[in-house]
């Protein structure tokens, strides 16, 4: 059975910066879209970012593109997320999950095979 080992929140002043990466385990991150969502206290999850199953498109929302970059190491079986320019409306639990053969348009969507457990981001001054 495969597993994410999520990492990387905390707090950090608007106009800062964090990583934040999901290790898996038990599947291959090449054979699966990987996606980033989050879910603000008293808001629904939304999706943040994605790359498609075997291959490099990507897909961001609105509020977050320019400013976060997602990736996928697939020598270390790693996916990260690089969030630069900070807002207070960023923060939120932060969730990494991955869809088997999933295409990048239906990324936010998709019925999640695999789920990490989230990782806190706070801004604030």
């Known amino acids: 059975q495969g597993q994410f080992v999520e990492s990387g929140g905390g707090l950090v002043q608007p106009g800062g910066s964090l990583r934040l990466s999901c290790a898996a385990s038990g599947f291959l991150l090449d054979d699966y879209a990987i996606v980033w969502l989050r879910q603000a206290p008293g808001k629904e999850r939304e999706g943040v970012a994605c790359i498609g199953s075997r291959d490099s498109y990507t897909r961001y929302a609105s509020s977050v593109q320019g400013r976060f970059t997602i990736s996928r190491d697939s020598a270390k079986n790693v996916m990260t997320l690089q969030m630069n320019n900070l807002k207070p409306e960023d923060t939120a639990t932060y969730y990494c999950?991955?869809?088997?053969?999933?295409?990048?348009?239906?990324?936010?969507?998709?019925?999640?095979?695999?789920w990490g457990n989230g990782t806190l981001v706070t801004v604030s001054s």
């Open positions: 999950a991955a869809k088997r053969h999933g295409h990048w348009p239906l990324c936010f969507v998709y019925e999640m095979d695999y």
